[in-house]
């Protein structure tokens, strides 16, 4: 590792492996509520192998950020001292009058994301921006990035065939942002977190570490690395290693096949065609071991009550799918404050209800009884988790406590674990949340929706994209179960083939039961003899003894 350091500009040139791959500015803007951070002056100085920046500040009584290098990797922090209520921290760059806004050069190629917000750009060129977040909508334009949530906080970004990690270290509470942005630029890039004016600093606070770890063979490896060390340094839980053998079992989630139907999607969610549909199932030898009851079985979200006119009796039909030897997993939707009090909730500002608050007492008591209510009460075999990226957001919203963004998503879900678990102790929780620090919320990420921008691009490569997200989950979580998902599919022949190896990715699971429903084709019964072939194999393979070398 070269590190070389121009004082007037604070921007130290690194090389590594005999390769230029930065310039990087050593200076941040930590903008707040009142206004943007300029920096009016800094001095850079070396210590060895430290080196630090100390700037004078529109906003701070001081900043001061940063860089030291270890043989393998570079880490940088930045604190700031004084008061203000944080609105975005731009990193490795910032406001400098007179020049305006001054970013980090680089001689990047390319920058992995695994974040999976579009189907052809798994590899990006490094001059396109990309974001890592809580947030995203699949419904809105622009902001189709809600598949993970949240993807690890990392990107893998190569040079000269080479891929280096560049991402961020923090505990889980301080990670108070909702976002975190690879701004892109011709020849260079910043770094921005989103805070939103709910982080309020009275004293001193320093941003998470941004470590660069060089000299790995692909982006995948990059990501494993990023992980390890979190996990070195106790930023991040070990990846449990309890399995238990129901958990694994093939999945039927009726979300498909209620999507096939000819009403609205939400109202087909009903006893009677749950039973429709593991009865044509049944009848081509097609068993699944876990039921997934998909939305919108409650009558209201918040309260997790059966919507008794489509389901008259869910406990029952839950212990029936017991009898017969199956488990039964109940759709959540979080965040949700359908059917809560206004008090319990995330506001805007005349009160008007947007997202549960875990931080409320009453909005925490809500995810309780629900959580207490389902595994309990109805005898639920656990939860898929679902809707994480509503995650609130806005700088206008009123809430209880001091957590914002993947804090208090991961508040919300450690709450939601916690009891499900002191309910039900072999609880399977499934979310879609393969960040290193979540693995203590989960047991099991599902890959999400198969969405390849239906309206715009309803054709996508379903196989390969789907592989790009397992190739995620597997090295930020090395042994975690995947849940392979399968809704939703543009037509019968990617169906086929995404069926064809989805064990190989995870856990096979099943949507559709007499037709693909965007397509409208029909699945033959050659078609269902596959899924009942390919699970036998899965089955088989699941009972083999394992060895040890």
Same mark, same amino acid.
């Given at each position: 590792?070269?590190?070389?350091?121009?004082?007037?500009?604070?921007?130290?040139?690194?090389?590594?492996?005999?390769?230029?791959?930065?310039?990087?500015?050593?200076?941040?803007?930590?903008?707040?509520?009142?206004?943007?951070?300029?920096?009016?002056?800094?001095?850079?100085?070396?210590?060895?192998?430290?080196?630090?920046?100390?700037?004078?500040?529109?906003?701070?009584?001081?900043?001061?950020?940063?860089?030291?290098?270890?043989?393998?990797?570079?880490?940088?922090?930045?604190?700031?001292?004084?008061?203000?209520?944080?609105?975005?921290?731009?990193?490795?760059?910032?406001?400098?009058?007179?020049?305006?806004?001054?970013?980090?050069?680089?001689?990047?190629?390319?920058?992995?994301?695994?974040?999976?917000?579009?189907?052809?750009?798994?590899?990006?060129?490094?001059?396109?921006?990309?974001?890592?977040?809580?947030?995203?909508?699949?419904?809105?334009?622009?902001?189709?990035?809600?598949?993970?949530?949240?993807?690890?906080?990392?990107?893998?970004?190569?040079?000269?065939?080479?891929?280096?990690?560049?991402?961020?270290?923090?505990?889980?509470?301080?990670?108070?942002?909702?976002?975190?942005?690879?701004?892109?630029?011709?020849?260079?890039?910043?770094?921005?977190?989103?805070?939103?004016?709910?982080?309020?600093?009275?004293?001193?606070?320093?941003?998470?570490?941004?470590?660069?770890?060089?000299?790995?063979?692909?982006?995948?490896?990059?990501?494993?690395?990023?992980?390890?060390?979190?996990?070195?340094?106790?930023?991040?839980?070990?990846?449990?290693?309890?399995?238990?053998?129901?958990?694994?079992?093939?999945?039927?989630?009726?979300?498909?096949?209620?999507?096939?139907?000819?009403?609205?999607?939400?109202?087909?969610?009903?006893?009677?065609?749950?039973?429709?549909?593991?009865?044509?199932?049944?009848?081509?030898?097609?068993?699944?071991?876990?039921?997934?009851?998909?939305?919108?079985?409650?009558?209201?979200?918040?309260?997790?009550?059966?919507?008794?006119?489509?389901?008259?009796?869910? +406990?029952?039909?839950? #212990?029936?799918? !017991?009898?017969?030897?199956?488990? /039964?997993?109940?759709?959540? $939707?979080?965040?949700? %404050? @359908?059917?809560?009090?206004?008090?319990?909730?995330?506001?805007?500002?005349?009160?008007?209800?947007?997202?549960?608050?875990?931080?409320?007492?009453?909005?925490?008591?809500?995810?309780?009884?629900?959580?207490?209510?389902?595994?309990?009460?109805?005898?639920?075999?656990?939860?898929?988790?679902?809707?994480?990226?509503?995650?609130?957001?806005?700088?206008?919203?009123?809430?209880?406590?001091? +957590?914002?963004?993947? #804090?208090?998503? !991961?508040?919300?879900?450690?709450? /939601?674990?916690?009891?499900? $678990?002191?309910?039900? %102790? @072999?609880?399977?929780?499934?979310?879609?949340?393969?960040?290193?620090?979540?693995?203590?919320?989960?047991?099991?990420?599902?890959?999400?929706?198969?969405?390849?921008?239906?309206?715009?691009?309803?054709?996508?490569?379903?196989?390969?994209?789907?592989?790009?997200?397992?190739?995620?989950?597997?090295?930020?979580?090395?042994?975690?179960?995947?849940?392979?998902?399968?809704?939703?599919?543009?037509?019968?022949?990617?169906?086929?083939?995404?069926?064809?190896?989805?064990?190989?990715?995870?856990?096979?699971?099943?949507?559709?039961? @007499?037709?693909?429903?965007?397509?409208?084709?029909?699945?033959?019964?050659?078609?269902?003899?596959?899924?009942?072939?390919?699970?036998?194999?899965?089955?088989?393979?699941?009972?083999?003894?394992?060895?040890?070398?």
């Amino acid at each position: 590792m070269k590190v070389t350091l121009n004082e007037k500009r604070a921007v130290v040139t690194i090389e590594h492996g005999g390769v230029r791959w930065f310039q990087l500015r050593l200076l941040s803007s930590v903008d707040t509520l009142r206004g943007p951070d300029e920096t009016l002056a800094v001095t850079a100085t070396e210590h060895g192998d430290r080196i630090v920046t100390r700037a004078t500040s529109t906003r701070w009584d001081e900043r001061v950020t940063v860089l030291e290098t270890h043989p393998d990797r570079l880490e940088i922090t930045t604190t700031v001292r004084g008061r203000g209520d944080m609105l975005t921290a731009h990193l490795l760059g910032g406001h400098r009058p007179p020049a305006g806004f001054l970013p980090s050069g680089s001689a990047l190629d390319t920058v992995f994301s695994p974040n999976p917000d579009h189907p052809r750009r798994v590899l990006r060129p490094a001059v396109e921006p990309a974001v890592i977040a809580v947030t995203g909508d699949g419904a809105e334009p622009g902001v189709g990035r809600w598949l993970f949530c949240p993807a690890p906080w990392c990107y893998a970004v190569s040079r000269a065939d080479r891929w280096t990690a560049m991402g961020l270290a923090a505990p889980i509470d301080e990670q108070t942002f909702t976002s975190f942005h690879y701004a892109a630029g011709t020849d260079g890039f910043t770094l921005r977190l989103d805070y939103e004016g709910h982080t309020r600093v009275d004293g001193e606070f320093t941003l998470p570490t941004l470590v660069f770890q060089f000299g790995h063979d692909t982006p995948q490896d990059a990501i494993r690395a990023h992980g390890d060390y979190l996990r070195d340094r106790a930023l991040a839980p070990p990846v449990p290693t309890e399995r238990h053998r129901h958990w694994l079992e093939p999945i039927f989630c009726g979300w498909g096949a209620q999507s096939a139907r000819p009403g609205v999607t939400q109202d087909e969610s009903t006893q009677v065609n749950y039973d429709r549909f593991l009865a044509h199932l049944a009848r081509h030898d097609v068993v699944p071991g876990t039921v997934v009851v998909d939305d919108k079985w409650a009558a209201h979200y918040a309260t997790c009550r059966a919507d008794e006119r489509k389901w008259p009796d869910l +406990r029952g039909w839950i #212990a029936k799918q !017991h009898a017969e030897n199956r488990r /039964v997993l109940l759709w959540w $939707k979080a965040w949700d %404050p @359908d059917g809560a009090p206004p008090e319990a909730c995330v506001t805007l500002p005349d009160g008007t209800p947007v997202a549960l608050d875990p931080e409320h007492p009453l909005g925490e008591q809500a995810v309780v009884d629900a959580v207490t209510h389902m595994l309990g009460d109805l005898d639920a075999d656990g939860l898929k988790v679902d809707f994480l990226a509503k995650t609130p957001s806005g700088t206008a919203l009123r809430h209880a406590g001091r +957590r914002w963004g993947s #804090a208090l998503l !991961h508040h919300l879900l450690k709450l /939601v674990y916690d009891t499900a $678990k002191s309910v039900k %102790p @072999d609880a399977l929780i499934v979310t879609h949340t393969p960040n290193p620090a979540y693995a203590d919320v989960t047991d099991m990420i599902r890959l999400n929706d198969i969405r390849m921008l239906d309206a715009i691009d309803p054709a996508g490569p379903v196989v390969p994209h789907m592989r790009y997200r397992a190739s995620v989950v597997t090295a930020a979580l090395p042994g975690m179960p995947v849940d392979s998902d399968g809704w939703c599919l543009p037509d019968r022949a990617e169906w086929r083939a995404y069926l064809d190896i989805q064990a190989e990715l995870g856990v096979p699971a099943l949507y559709y039961t @007499d037709r693909i429903d965007l397509s409208g084709e029909e699945l033959t019964g050659e078609d269902l003899a596959q899924v009942a072939r390919l699970w036998g194999t899965y089955r088989h393979t699941l009972d083999e003894p394992t060895t040890s070398s």
